[in-house]
Structures are given as C-alpha cells and as structure tokens.
Nanobody, 119 residues
Framework: QVQLVESGGGLVHPGGSLRLSCAASGRTFSSYVLGWFRQAPGKEREFVARINWSSGSTYTADSVKGRFTISRDNAKSTVYLQMNSLKPEDTAVYYC????????????WGQGTQVTVSS
C-alpha cells in the first residue's frame, strides 16, 4: 500500500506562483513514476507532469510547459510541482499519483489539493 498526501494549494492572483508537494509513504514500487494531474469542475482529469523517481527524467504537458516544473526530493520522498505565471484556467483540484514504471495506469492517488487562480 502506498499513501500520497498533497499540500500547497490555495488561492492566488493571475500571474502568481504556488508550489505543490506530494509526500509518498508506504511500500512504493521498485521502479516508479510520480505524476501530477488536475481536474477542473465539469472536466475530465488532465495530465500535467510526471517524473521517473530513479532517473529523474520528466515530462510536462504542452499546456503548462514553460510555466510548471516537476521535481523530487529523494530524502523526503516528496515530489513538487512549481507553478508560475498562473492563469485562471489553471484552477482545478490537483492530484498526484504513482505507478510502476512500466505500467500504463496509476495505481494510487492522493486526496487532491485545490488551486484557485482568481483576481
């Protein structure tokens, strides 16, 4: 079992920044990927970014590329999502998920953290 706990969401003005955290605990996989997704009201969950825990390689969705950066802290078993130049359309509940490296679907999810971008 893996537990994921997100934090760092909140209300921010357009153009502002937030850093989300996702702390992982429990029995993680031997080789795994941590990803960030978001879901806005009335919309499907959308991929944002992912990071391979062992190699550190990352992939970011085109919709946020250049504004969002995913990173990890091995010692803290935590993955971060630095979000800059936030726009109202970034408003959503942000979730982190974890999957084995070779899997196509995420096995465990956190509870989500709300990000609201509004003036």
């Amino acid at each position: 079992q893996v537990q994921l706990v997100e934090s760092g969401g909140g209300l921010v003005h357009p153009g502002g920044s937030l850093r989300l955290s996702c702390a992982a605990s429990g029995r993680t996989f031997s080789s795994y990927v941590l990803g960030w997704f978001r879901q806005a009201p009335g919309k499907e969950r959308e991929f944002v970014a992912r990071i391979n825990w062992s190699s550190g390689s990352t992939y970011t969705a085109d919709s946020v590329k250049g504004r969002f950066t995913i990173s990890r802290d091995n010692a803290k078993s935590t993955v971060y999502l630095q979000m800059n130049s936030l726009k109202p359309e970034d408003t959503a509940v942000y979730y982190c998920g974890i999957k084995p490296d070779a899997a196509t679907t995420y096995a465990y999810w956190g509870q989500g953290t709300q990000v609201t971008v509004s003036s």
